[in-house]
């Protein structure tokens, strides 16, 4: 397959489209290899969730090159998104009862 349906409508539009072109490279369906204007490739495996930038690994959040990779699968990037940004970890980590304390002058 060559190319990939490039989205309307969503901020990743801007990202995405400044990729050139992004293709389904090994055996297992899961990896691409995706080059930019500027003559570079990443390889991106959607199943591990890796981008050869590094960017998609560092902080959880599917980078352009990742995006490019999950359109071309006709999947949607926020399902790849880390789990710690999701409502239920929020909700988990303030959970439990933050208690009221004093200002400086009255610590010991
Ligand atoms: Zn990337």
């Known amino acids: 397959m060559k190319g990939f349906q490039r989205p ?9 489209g400044s990729l050139n072109e992004t293709r389904p490279l090994l055996h297992d369906g899961t990896t691409f290899e995706v080059d ?3 003559e570079e490739r990443k390889l991106v ?3 591990k969730r890796i981008c050869s930038y590094g960017r998609w690994q560092f902080n959880g959040i599917p980078c352009a090159h990742a995006c490019a990779a ?3 699968d006709q999947l949607i990037p926020e399902g790849f998104v880390d789990h710690c940004y999701r409502k239920e970890a929020y909700l988990a980590a303030y959970s439990p009862v933050i208690h009221a304390m004093p200002g400086v002058k009255d610590w010991p």
Do not use: K, Q, R
């Open 70 to 72: 999950i359109y071309t």
């Open 8 to 16: 309307h409508g969503t901020y990743v539009h801007a990202f995405v």
């Open 45 to 47: 495996n959607i199943g």
């Open 36 to 38: 930019t204007m500027d």
